[in-house]
């Protein structure tokens, strides 16, 4: 034993001495080479990677210039070599920075070892416009231009470029949805811009650089715009134009000529526009209409005549609600082809995409002058095969083309979207094939940074449908879903999914805009509206109803960002946000310390028995018990929040304030038996996950969720609020093989039940589509619903294994909760140091574990082994330290658990189950 200890010893030694270190993945403000920013001091971030074990970063030095070359005179700030493993969001701290600027930036990186690396790869940002002086350009209108369901105004300019031109600059936004010609070429690949904001108090720009499509000599602008988010229909009923009835365009293009001067295209009072082209209407809801018989050929090319246009006129708007892109843009992100063209039993002509999705389709199409081809959507067919729609509500979610008879012609939209499967297409000249069909899927563009795998088909499908449904709820705001006459930034939803959304992907930009209009819409006594933007209440409203888990997640989603990204910024900018939330609840529960009526929405969905079933229980859950929960929950992140921030007074009262709460809750709701609530699974989830049970209760609450659960056939009666933390809470008071019995569930309510009714997608309900194929309530029955995709963050932290341990995965906990109803589960994260690995199979009587730790982190690898030296590490027995030595029980007491340090590196552990 002794020897081989000194044999991986040795060889340890060898990997270590031999490790080299490079720098890689630069990004600044998560970002990777960003145009257009208005962050005063940007912070970059790195990985670092090299061969060996155990690498950390002891030292780095950072410099930033104006030049790629980084000659001496242009570098503008240099760190020197500063002792820290610091290698996130380490923030510009040089002179100030200008409008425009752009910033060149290298980083190089000491090991533990004293070893340095080269020079990283050069990286940049730029700057946006950082001031309403900077804007030049005057907002430009159509005179007539107020209408609902308009054609699409069209705006167009000629200028010439005398001199050569070494760079051009376009800052763009609008009222409504734009997008931008410049030599007949679309400038940018985004779509829907300028995106979705509180218009009224921020609105985004886009920056382009159009270098490529500037020429000598004349040149054209032009530009079309649909009603959008600003204009177009929102929420319910007649609900349009919330924040304007005209539609406008902001531009400003600054050349950088070859001699070092510059000039302005600006948008003003000498451009002309027209509105009767092609596209006669454009609504999120109700799509868009497109006649190619009024299509304008060269319009935005130089020479175009243009004499039937008109003068535009000039809007007076204040430019300080102007601000830089922040999330993630929205683009066309991957196309897929149909699986089939059937005719329905009542012979309607379908088309079947074969998965769930949110976007547009693109047609393939020859026919007479004057044809009109009609596109309907819908998410689902009903028992009988035809063509369901009553799900979507008012929302008409069609496409019409009228064809202009030039031969092959090819259209897809530009200013709607849909959540859809199915297509229903009337008025096609010839015969439909798949190949006159392609669905072009439409999201913000967020960097994957998860995977999950397990040795169950059924899982691995839940798997696919949460990452499909956060895919279409994620455009520009997290939606509550992509197709009905709704698609609002439901808070609630929100703060359900964030956790596993930010598994999936890299949702810190999304979300850090999307936290910034909330704090902006957010009223002045506290309250946080049931949407964001907030289009349910008048803009100029100074109060709103909100409710309890709905409203928090001004508090929740801020805090679980720091814990994913380790983003302190994130905390410090929603500080005032967050506290000015528990302020309100505060206000409202008084001395009482119950939050009576704060809860409007309860435990969204939960489950209700059939009418015909007379013996089970429905899941119920009090709401003011609801509403105090989540008062005591935000209390203490808030509390936890101002630990990290240094806010010491603010710490010691929300944590004095937080235990006040539970004394309370336990006399009003808690019995000496450990009963809690109404006794639904709600009421124990809550209590338990808020830490509001007495310690000597945890038990018995623990037991009687469980009982519950086994009493209705390892069935789940959760809804939105109690399913986020239901496997959560069993897993962490021994009852894993209950919350395995649950996920695995496959018959109504559970989250495989859809997946066996061919879901492709998460539901808003637990029996969207009932076993008899009939379907739930059509005036609230989406099929494109994230909320209880939720459950992801289980199968990533728990039944996978991979935890953070310090918040942004500095630290990281591998514990993977096995179970002999699965052979593996495996998981991947790419954290903010590099890629988190683990994955457990079962094999000839053994478990392998495989580990995947990044450089500059370290981890604590907890086996359920009595004794390490049963264990192997990379072939060779596991040799822990005594000192580092961490012990615990298996959840159901049954099993020692030995736990110890590693630093980055791959491994492989293997012990006998």
Same mark, same amino acid.
């Given at each position: 034993m002794k020897f081989i200890y000194l044999l991986f010893l040795s060889l340890f030694s060898v990997f270590a001495n031999s490790q080299s270190v490079i720098v890689t993945d630069q990004t600044t403000e998560y970002k990777t080479n960003p145009v257009g920013i208005d962050v005063l001091q940007p912070r970059m971030s790195w990985k670092i990677s090299g061969t060996g074990y155990d690498i950390m970063q002891s030292a780095y030095s950072i410099r930033v210039a104006t030049s790629a070359r980084f000659s001496s005179s242009s570098i503008i700030w240099e760190t020197g070599k500063i002792m820290s493993d610091e290698s996130v969001f380490v923030p510009y701290e040089g002179p100030a920075l200008k409008s425009g600027q752009r910033c060149y930036w290298q980083v190089r990186v000491w090991d533990n070892k004293g070893k340095a690396s080269k020079w990283s790869p050069t990286a940049f940002? /730029?700057?946006?416009?950082?001031?309403?002086? #900077? =804007?030049?350009?005057? =907002?430009?209108?159509?005179? /007539?231009? !107020? @209408?609902?369901?308009?054609? +699409?105004?069209?705006?167009?300019?000629?200028?010439?470029?005398?001199?050569?031109?070494?760079?051009?600059?376009?800052?763009?936004?609008?009222?409504?949805?734009? /997008?931008?010609?410049? @030599?007949?070429?679309?400038?940018? #690949? &985004?779509? $829907? !811009?300028?995106?979705?904001?509180?218009?009224?108090?921020?609105?985004?720009? &886009?920056?382009? %650089?159009?270098?490529?499509?500037?020429?000598?000599? #004349? @040149?054209?602008?032009?530009?079309?715009?649909? %009603?959008?988010?600003?204009r177009g229909t929102l929420g319910w009923g007649s609900n349009w134009a919330i924040y304007g009835k005209r539609l406008g365009l902001l531009l400003q293009i600054r050349l950088t000529h070859t001699d070092g001067t510059e000039s302005l295209i600006i948008s003003d009072d000498t451009w002309k526009c027209y509105n009767n082209g092609a596209i006669r209407m454009t609504d999120i809801y109700n799509g868009?209409?497109? %006649?190619?018989?009024?299509? $304008? !050929?060269?319009?935005?090319?130089?020479?175009y005549n243009d004499s039937a246009w008109k003068k535009v006129?000039?809007?007076?708007y204040d430019k300080k609600n102007l601000i830089a892109t922040e999330g993630a843009s929205i683009r066309k992100i991957e196309e897929i082809k149909p699986v089939k063209v059937f005719r329905s039993p009542k012979g309607s002509l379908l088309v079947d995409m074969g998965q769930n999705m949110v976007g547009w389709v693109r047609i393939k199409v020859n026919g007479p002058k004057g044809t009109t081809v009609r596109i309907r959507h819908a998410e689902i067919l009903d028992k009988y095969g035809e063509f369901y729609t009553a799900n979507l509500r008012s929302a008409k979610c069609e496409l019409n083309y009228t064809l202009a008879g030039t031969g092959d012609e090819v259209y897809e939209p530009r200013f709607t979207f849909m959540g859809f499967r199915y297509l229903e297409v009337s008025g096609f000249p010839g015969t439909l094939t798949t190949d006159h069909i392609t669905g072009v899927v439409v999201h913000s563009d967020m960097e994957a940074t998860g995977t999950y795998e397990s040795s169950n088909p059924l899982l691995n499908q839940l798997q696919h449908n949460i990452r499909w449904g956060q895919k279409g709820n994620f455009v520009d705001v997290p939606t509550d879903c992509p197709q009905r006459d709704e698609r609002l930034g439901w808070t609630g939803d929100a703060q359900a999914f964030f956790r596993t959304a930010s598994f999936n992907y890299d949702v810190a930009p999304f979300f850090t805009k999307w936290l910034k209009d909330l704090a902006a819409d957010q009223k002045p006594g506290g309250e946080i509206p049931d949407v964001i933007p907030d289009v349910l209440n008048r803009q100029n409203a100074t109060t709103a109803a909100p409710s309890a888990g709905w409203?928090?997640?001004?508090?929740?989603?801020? =805090?679980?960002?720091?814990?994913?990204?380790?983003?302190?910024?994130?905390?410090? &900018? &929603?500080?005032?946000?967050?506290?000015?939330?528990v302020e309100y609840i505060r206000a409202k529960a008084g001395d009482s310390y119950i939050w009576k009526g704060g809860s409007k929405y309860g435990d969204w969905l939960f489950y209700h028995p059939p009418v015909n079933n007379h013996r089970a229980a429905d899941g119920h859950t009090d709401h003011d018990f609801i509403a105090t929960a989540y008062y005591a929950y935000s209390v203490s992140l808030l509390a936890e929040a101002a630990k990290v921030l240094g806010k010491t007074g603010d710490a010691e009262l929300y944590s004095g304030l937080f235990n006040n709460i539970k004394k309370v809750f336990n006399h009003e709701y808690v019995t000496p038996a450990g009963r809690v609530g109404t006794n639904s699974q709600t009421s124990y989830v809550l209590a338990l996950m808020f830490n509001l049970m007495p310690d000597d209760l945890k038990d018995e609450a623990a037991r009687y969720l469980a009982e519950d659960i086994r009493s209705r056939g390892n069935h789940l009666s959760t809804g939105f609020l109690g399913t986020i933390y239901l496997c959560h809470v069993l897993s962490d008071n021994g009852y894993t093989d209950v919350a395995y019995d649950l996920l695995m569930q496959e018959s109504y309510p559970s989250w495989l039940y859809p997946v066996k009714m061919g879901a492709t997608t998460i539901w808003e309900r637990w029996d969207g589509q009932k076993p008899d194929s009939t379907f739930q309530d059509a005036g609230m029955n989406s099929f494109n619903h994230y909320a209880y995709g939720?459950?992801? #963050? =289980?199968?990533?932290?728990?039944? +996978?294994g991979i935890e953070a341990r310090k918040a942004g995965y500095k630290e990281i906990l591998i514990q993977p909760h096995i179970t002999k109803k699965l052979d593996y589960s495996k998981a991947s994260f790419e954290s903010m140091y590099g890629t988190i690995s683990s994955g457990w199979e079962r094999k000839d009587g053994k478990i392998i574990l495989r580990v995947s730790i990044p450089a500059n982190t370290r981890a604590v690898i907890m086996l359920p082994v009595d004794d390490v030296s049963k264990a192997t590490q990379n072939g060779i027995p596991v040799v822990i330290d005594k000192n580092d030595a961490i012990t615990a029980t298996? %959840?159901?007491?049954?099993?020692?658990?030995?736990?110890?340090?590693?630093?980055?590196?791959?491994?492989i552990f293997e012990y006998s189950e």
């Open positions: 940002w /730029e700057m946006g416009l950082l001031s309403p002086a #900077d =804007w030049k350009a005057g =907002w430009i209108e159509m005179e /007539e231009d !107020t @209408n609902r369901y308009a054609p +699409a105004p069209h705006f167009r300019k000629e200028f010439s470029v005398s001199k050569p031109v070494a760079r051009a600059v376009a800052y763009v936004t609008s009222h409504g949805f734009y /997008e931008l010609h410049l @030599n007949g070429k679309k400038v940018g #690949d &985004q779509v $829907l !811009t300028p995106g979705w904001t509180s218009y009224s108090k921020r609105l985004q720009y &886009q920056v382009y %650089d159009v270098t490529g499509q500037i020429v000598k000599g #004349d @040149n054209a602008l032009g530009a079309v715009l649909g %009603d959008g988010w600003y868009e209409t497109y %006649d190619a018989t009024k299509k $304008l !050929t060269g319009w935005n090319q130089p020479g006129r000039t809007g007076n409203g928090d997640v001004g508090v929740i989603i801020p =805090w679980t960002m720091y814990t994913v990204y380790g983003d302190k910024k994130i905390l410090g &900018q &929603q500080y005032t946000s967050m506290k000015k939330w939720a459950i992801g #963050d =289980w199968m990533y932290r728990v039944s +996978a298996s %959840d159901d007491g049954s099993r020692k658990i030995i736990g110890f340090t590693r630093g980055s590196g791959d491994y």
